[in-house]
């Protein structure tokens, strides 16, 4: 962290009453300019870097620092360049009748939502709302495939066990099974204006949305359906 009066750096650590402030000025505390907001100005110009939601913090400066109040709004950039890092440094300035200058740190701790359970939970447990919430985590500490979304995750089954606070991914959670090989389903089909509905047998265990084989009850045709519901499947007509 370093600060520059006109064209002279000098670390922040040293006292600039000398360089910043003429020996006539009082030495009130509203003449110098408030640490807050240096730090302030800094970490908006970080955030106006960076894309995205993220938790930003400027270092404060030492608080040895005097530096002339300035008569003008702070002036404040960052090079971020539309990357996320760790830490970028923010150049804040006075452009008024005293000027100075210095950069200063900011720590970006980058989060994204995360969908996690309330509660352990045992194996076979479909989520209910109240089994999920969001929480913020950094992006390196989510697995692959985490859910941003509750409801991507309300009416799944859990594949195995999962503790409080875990973080719900798609390869845990599976849609339930809604309809069972050897189930009595109605098959159900439509083009244009037309819709067939005949009753049938299911081969195979299907979740919503799966495609199974079912056996038509009138014709004994094996056929391929959607499952839409607990009742019955679709056949879709090309």
């Known amino acids: 962290m370093t600060c520059a009066t006109t064209n002279h750096w000098l670390p922040v650590g040293l006292l600039l009453v000398a360089a910043v402030l003429p020996a006539s000025a ?7 300019q408030s640490h807050d907001s240096i730090r302030e100005a800094a970490e908006a110009a970080v955030r106006r870097a960076i894309p995205g939601p993220a938790e930003l913090t400027a270092d404060r400066p030492d608080p040895r620092l005097r530096l002339v109040r300035c008569d003008r709004p702070l002036t404040a950039v960052a090079q971020g360049n539309g990357v996320r890092s760790a830490r970028l440094t923010a150049q804040v300035q006075c452009e008024g009748a005293q000027p100075w200058r210095l950069y200063l740190p900011v720590r970006v701790a980058s989060t994204r939502p ?20 969001l929480a913020k985590l950094a992006p390196g500490a989510a697995h692959a495939g985490t859910l941003a979304d509750p409801a991507n995750a309300i009416g799944r089954r859990l594949r195995r066990p999962v503790d409080e606070g875990q973080t719900i991914t798609t390869g845990l959670i599976t849609a339930p099974t809604l309809v069972r090989r050897g189930q009595q389903v109605s098959i159900e089909a439509s083009t244009g204006s037309l819709q067939v509905r005949m009753a049938g047998t299911a081969l195979k265990d299907g979740a919503l949305g799966d495609i199974i084989e079912v056996e038509s009850a009138s014709s004994g045709r094996t056929v391929e359906a959607v ?9 879709l007509l090309r």
């Open 26 to 32: 009082a030495l009130s505390a509203a003449t110098w």
């Open 114 to 133: 995360v969908v996690v359970t309330t509660r352990a939970l045992a194996r076979d447990t479909v989520l209910a709302p109240g089994d999920v919430r």
């Open 227 to 235: 499952v839409r519901s607990e009742k019955s499947v679709e056949v």
